[in-house]
């Protein structure tokens, strides 16, 4: 089975900053790691990801703001997030994409990011 151990989120204020940490335990092959959010009364959304090749993608809202970056040799995946606003306020979840004995799609539990304005 593959499972993601997420950490690192918390309360911070408008304009602080927070890394997350998301590591993937199990095997899985040429994988996609990401971050996603899901506010209350919203849909998940993407954040960003990032290739084992260390291709990112980012979505506009955190462009300039957010950091991604992985360590492939241990299946850890971070974000870095500078200038916080109060809409970023969001569970935050990890995912990993890619090919394993155990299915293709997992994701983490998520972690709270809150910032208070």
């Known amino acids: 089975q593959v499972r993601l151990a997420e950490s690192g989120g918390g309360l911070v204020q408008a304009g602080g900053s927070l890394r997350l940490s998301c590591t993937a335990s199990g095997t899985i092959f040429s994988s996609v790691m990401g971050w996603y959010r899901q506010a209350p009364g919203k849909q998940r959304e993407l954040v960003a990801t990032i290739t084992s090749g260390g291709s990112t993608n980012y979505a506009d809202s955190v462009k300039g703001r957010f950091t991604i970056s992985r360590d492939n040799a241990k299946n850890t995946v971070f974000l870095q997030m500078n200038s916080l606003k109060a809409e970023d306020t969001s569970v935050y979840y990890c995912?990993?994409?890619?090919?394993?004995?155990?299915?293709?799609?997992?994701w983490g539990k998520g972690t709270l990011v809150t910032v208070s304005s």
């Open positions: 995912n990993i994409k890619g090919r394993s004995n155990y299915g293709s799609d997992f």
